[in-house]
C-alpha cells in the first residue's frame, strides 16, 4: 500500500506519460478537465493506468466523481486500504 | 470557374529520405531504399520475404512522445510530411490563411493496421479494459487527413480518397477540383503509409506480389528489368501544398509548378490485375492531358507506376505507347519504386513532389538496377545519371494504378 504522497507522485507520472504535461503541474487541486486540460478519453487512459499501477479497481461509473487529482488520490487510496 | 492550381510547398519523410532535399538527392543519385527487417517477428512467423523499404529517418525525432502515442505511425507520417509542406510554402505561423478556405485531401491505402491489429492483440491477451480508448480514431483511415486538419487549422473539408496504390495521386486530382470549382484556395493533399507489418507482408506474400530477393534487398526493387519477380514493400508520406494562383501570387510565393491536370478511371476488369492492354490506364492518361490542355507531343517526363512486378510493369507501357505513339521514344521515364520501394497509398504522393521537382529543377531522377531491360518493355528509361530535361516549358506526367482497377494520373507543367 501506498501513502497519499506516494500515489500523487504515480499518478503524475501516469498523466505525464499520456498528455506530455510536467508531474510538478499534477497538484491535488487541479481539475482533470479544467485545469489539466484532460479530455474524456486521455481520462479512460489515465484510470487503466492507475488500476494496473496501484492495484485498484475503478469502475466506469465511479470516474465522473473524479474531479480534482485529489479525488482520484483518495478513491486509490481507500480503495487500497 | 476554372481556376489555375499551383504547388506551393513540399514535404516527405520515404526510404531514402526523411526531408525533401534529401530525398531529391538521393533520388538523383540512385538510392536503394531497401534493407532486411531486423525485427524479431521476421522470424517468429516465418516470413517469406524478410525485407522491406522502411523509413530512413525516425519520426520521433520531429514529434513529441505524446504525438507519437496518440497518432498510429500512418498518421505520424502524414503529419511529419504535412508540416514540412506547409514551412516549404512559408505558411508556418498564425493567420496566414483563412481556415475556412482552407482543405485537406490525403489518402492512404490500407490505414491504422498496425493500430487494428495491436488492439486485438491487447484485447485477446489483456482483455477489453486495455484496449486502447484511442483505437477508433488512431486506426481509421481519415485520421491522418483529420490530424492534418487539426494541426494546421483547415476547416474547408478533410478528405481521405481511398484507392489502394492510387490513393496519394486520387487526393492530387481532389486537390485540383477544390482549386478549381473554387471551393478551397489552399489544399494540403497526399498520401501515407505504415504497413511494414507482419500481416499485409504475408498477405502480399500470399499473392505472389512481392519480391522474394532475400539476399540482395537492395536490388530487389526492379521495374523494367527482365529479373523482376515483384515490388518491395515500403512505408511513408509525400505531402504538396496546392494553391490558386490568384492566391499564391497574392502573397508572393515560390511557385514550383501548376498541377495542370488530373485524370481518373477505373478498369472494370479484375480485383487485383491491371487489363492487359492498359486500356483503362490509356484513358486516364488521355483525360489527364485533356484537362491539362496539353498534347501527348508536350510531356518531356514520365514518373511511372512501374512496381516491380512481373504482370503491372508491360500494361502501362502499352497504356503509354498506345497515347504517346511515336513521341514516346522522346519521354525519358524514370521508375523511383526502384529506389523507394513501392509506398502503396503514399507513392503517388512522393512520385508527384519528384515529378514537381523534376519539371522545376529540370532533371530526371534516376532508376536503379536496370540491367537487362525486358524487350518487350522498350522504354527510354532514366538510368546511371539524372537526365537534363529540355529548356522551356516542361510537363511530367506521374501514373498511379491501384488494386481495384483504379487508374490515376497527374500532370505538372512548369511555369
Known sequence: MADKEAILAGLAEIVNEETGLETEEVQLEKSFTDDLDIDSISMMTIVVNAEEKFDVKIPDEEVKNLKTVNDAVEFIAAAQA | ?415
Not at chain 2, 83 to 98: C, K, S
Not at chain 2, 165 to 179: F, H, P, R, V, Y
Open chain 2, 1 to 415: 470557374m476554372n481556376r489555375t492550381a499551383v504547388i506551393t510547398g513540399l514535404g516527405a519523410t520515404t526510404p531514402i529520405g526523411g526531408d525533401v532535399p534529401t530525398l531529391w538527392r538521393n533520388a538523383l543519385a540512385g538510392t536503394p531504399g531497401a534493407r532486411p527487417l531486423e525485427q524479431d517477428w521476421v522470424a517468429e512467423y516465418e516470413l517469406p520475404v524478410t525485407f522491406a523499404a522502411q523509413l530512413s529517418s525516425p519520426v520521433a525525432d520531429s514529434l513529441t512522445k505524446v504525438e507519437m502515442k496518440r497518432m498510429d505511425p500512418t498518421t505520424q507520417f502524414g503529419v511529419v510530411a504535412a508540416r514540412e509542406a506547409w514551412a516549404d510554402a512559408g505558411l508556418a505561423g498564425e493567420g496566414t490563411v483563412d481556415p475556412d478556405r482552407f482543405a485537406v485531401a490525403f489518402g492512404t491505402g490500407i490505414g491504422g493496421v498496425w493500430t487494428l491489429l495491436d488492439g486485438w492483440d491487447t484485447l485477446r491477451t489483456k482483455g477489453p479494459r486495455r484496449v486502447l480508448p484511442m483505437t477508433v480514431p488512431m486506426l481509421m483511415p481519415n485520421g491522418p487527413a483529420a490530424a492534418i486538419s487539426l494541426d494546421l487549422g483547415a476547416r474547408a473539408g478533410a478528405r481521405t480518397p481511398v484507392s489502394a496504390c492510387a490513393s496519394g495521386t486520387e487526393a492530387m486530382d481532389l486537390a485540383l477540383q477544390l482549386i478549381r470549382s473554387g471551393q478551397a484556395d489552399v489544399v494540403v493533399c497526399g498520401g501515407t503509409e505504415a504497413a511494414i507489418h507482419p500481416l499485409p507482408i504475408a498477405a502480399f506474400a500470399a499473392m505472389q506480389a512481392l519480391s522474394r530477393r532475400n539476399d540482395e534487398p537492395e536490388r530487389a526493387s526492379r521495374p523494367y528489368d527482365s529479373d523482376r519477380d515483384g515490388f518491395v514493400l515500403g512505408e511513408g508520406a509525400g505531402a504538396l501544398v496546392i494553391e490558386s494562383e490568384e492566391h499564391a501570387r497574392a502573397r508572393g510565393a515560390r511557385i514550383y509548378a501548376e498541377l495542370a491536370g488530373s485524370g481518373v478511371t477505373s478498369d472494370s476488369y479484375h480485383i487485383t490485375a491491371p487489363e492487359a492492354e492498359g486500356l483503362g490506364a490509356a484513358r486516364a492518361l488521355r483525360a489527364a492531358l485533356e484537362s491539362a490542355g496539353a498534347s501527348p507531343e508536350d510531356v518531356s517526363h514520365v514518373n511511372a507506376h512501374a512496381t516491380s512486378t512481373p504482370v503491372g510493369d508491360r500494361p502501362e507501357y502499352l497504356a503509354m505507347k498506345s497515347v504517346f505513339a511515336g513521341h514516346l521514344d522522346s519521354v525519358p521515364v524514370s521508375a523511383t519504386k526502384s529506389q523507394t520501394g513501392h509506398l502503396l497509398g503514399a507513392s503517388g504522393a512522393i512520385e508527384s513532389v519528384l515529378s514537381v521537382l523534376a519539371v522545376y529543377h529540370g532533371q530526371a531522377p534516376v532508376t536503379i538496377n536496370l540491367e537487362n531491360q525486358d524487350p518487350e518493355i522498350p522504354l527510354d528509361v532514366v538510368t546511371g545519371t539524372p537526365r537534363q530535361l529540355p529548356e522551356g516549358q516542361r510537363v511530367a506526367v506521374n501514373n498511379s494504378f491501384g488494386f481495384g482497377g483504379h487508374n490515376a494520373v497527374s500532370v505538372f507543367r512548369s511555369i
